[in-house]
């Protein structure tokens, strides 16, 4: 009974949790009178929602294609780099510093760059969240692959394994862990990048929702955007959660006790 009880908390935390700040959040609003201008209160907040519904839901849509297309890109970007990396030393060794100084200017600052090239609209957002979301990818690819035991590779070319043979059979099946890992970083960091740029170079989207309630002095329909990006982060990040629990459930701690 206890067991059960324990599962069912740890199933439902954070909704708990998250129900507790909201809770929270409410009360301190209306204690302390704060102003909705300052910071409106989770009650003001699902008002704009149904006040606003159509727009935000057309934003919303916009911004959730546009962030596809950039990690759609990323994920074939981030396995090939990662798959031709991990299996290389020399690239291992060549590559991953050059890619780590990449990953370490300020996407934000490509902007500017990408509307010169592609003018305003959804190039520039698609491209910036393939940008920031690449990375995490391809280093999880590639860090899968480059930590193969040597030993383990030595048994299997003895037994006759081909190169070819242990990347697909043994390389790859014993990424798949790093792989739905970097998933799960790289589409939330999908939807930052594609909300910056839709605040700097777009006419569409929830980033240019958010520029124009701010400016427009809504700032309850502002936070509701907010909370619209962080739903969608979490929906897609909790769908590859559970596809990562039902294909590699082989690699997660009590898989098999339960």
Known sequence: MKKTLLRGADRYASTLLLLAILVLWQAICSGFAISEFIFPGPLAII????????PIAGHALSTYWVTMAGFALAVVVGVLLGVAIGCSPFLYKAAY????????????AFVPILVVWFG???GPAILTAFLISFFPIMVNIATGLAT???ELEDVLRVLGARRIDILLKVGLPRSM??????????ITLAFVGSTVSEMNASNQGIGYLLVSAGSSMKMPLAFAGLVVIGAMAMAM????AVIERRTTSWAHRGAQAK
């Open 237 to 240: 990040y909790e769908l590859f």
């Open 97 to 108: 510093p050059l890619m780590t100084a990449f990953n370490a200017l300020p996407k934000a």
């Open 148 to 150: 193969l035991e040597p």
């Open 47 to 54: 008002a704009s929602m149904f006040e606003f519904a159509g």
């Open 177 to 186: 862990p790093y792989f739905f890992a970097s998933l799960k970083v790289a």
């Open 120 to 122: 305003i609209g959804a």
